[in-house]
């Protein structure tokens, strides 16, 4: 007598064929997903610093770029006249942020005073609206311009250079820049 | 059948289009540069006039789009790659607005041509709207519409122009700072015009996210930006929601674009009756070495026109 075996009708071996197939390429795909992670390139800001981009104020921002204008105009200056520019001076030549404009009200109403020591220039701006904009040092040494922020109406500590402020709660600000993040 | 015929026709015409220039390129050879004159080449209209103004004569500034291309919705063409070939630099925008050149320059006979990126001593601001996405990353690629970004760009263009051209690098940084020196006088004059205005704060919302350099120049901050991206219209549902955020926010002044009229922006006037200016984005027109002081000008003066409407 013939027998035979026959299967019920219905695709549980399809289903678990396909299931095990989605099983196995997830599985794939997670490896190598997690093989390759992104390399992180930003390093990470040290505690007296701060990105200009996402830690500002609109005014810090603004005063920040302007600051940064201005120290090449003063290390232009210095060099043709042989000394540092006051901040008076500035202002006579329009010279944002020490010019006494619409905008310097807008943007805190800094006073700044000039600091001569040894070779290093800084230009301290003590804000009057520290909500708005904190207070602000542009410090000239031999290495460059630093543009340091402290949000509070304080003058900066006798020693201006870079240990002095860090230790007093100043932050340098620091801004980053990435060619072609869209290309 | 007279589908493939006409589908043959088309992919001839195609073909003929892509190679013909080619062609071109090899019988009339432009990349020797005529004596030592330097060509540099810009992408942007105020690229153009900072580069001009920096050379002065001692050197031919290219711009490899022609006039009347918009610079967000341009694609490369091959009589545009072509012109690559016979420059000695570049100078870039480099952050999102002219995303196009380094695939230009890759396609070129230049592959390994110098590039002057204009932004790398710029501090930066953080893209709007729909183009903040990356974790920050995107940042907004407009800081020539600022006088604060466009003097900084200057400087770096000069030094590194000056590091190309050695001949010429001084007179490279002077021109550059007698035209720094004219720029700020820009601002210097509308901040004047300010000064026995008191108080001078707004509140501000923008169509297109181009104008946030500018505004932090004059103390200003954005408080919405209309347009999800560059020349995306928003959908009827983000429209109302802006109308609701601007009402909600009691915003005192638009400001919208020059050359690029939409319906929309109509309707949110309309809505919610706040005033309205246009700014100049600096990207129409000729290329010419006085375009961006004259456009800028007139952007400062709308500024501070919108400025003293609004004064209580």
Redesign the interface.
Known sequence: MHQQIVRRAGAERETLWVLLAAGLILATAGTAVGLRPAPETDAPLALHQIDSRTGLTAAEQGLHADLKVAADEIAALRKADGRAPAPADLAAQALPPFAADASATARGGHAWTLTESGGSLAYAGLSAAPETAGSLVLLLDGHGPGIWLKRAAEAPPARLDEASLAAAGWKRITSTFTAGVTR | MSFFLNRRRFLAATLAAGVLPASARAAAPTAAPTADRKRFGVTLHPYYSYVANIAGDRAEVVPIIPAGFNPHAYEPRPEDIQRIGGLDAIVLN???HD?FA?RMIAASSRPTLPAV?A????????AAGSAAR?S????NPHSFL?I??S??QV?TIARELGKLDPANADAYTANA?AY?RRL??L??DA??R??S?GD??LRVATIHGAYD?LL??????VSAVVEPAHGIEPSPAQLAETIATMRKLDVQVIFSELNFPSAYVETIRRETGIRLYAFSHISHGDYAADLFEREMSRNMDTLVQAMLEARP
């Open positions: 480099g952050i999102g995303d380094g990126e932004n790398a001593d710029v501090p930066l601001l953080p990356a920050g990353k995107v940042v600022s604060t970004g003097v900084l400087a700072r720094s700020r006088q601002r210097a901040l004047a300010l000064a205005a001078t704060r350099y932090r120049e004059f103390g200003l901050e």
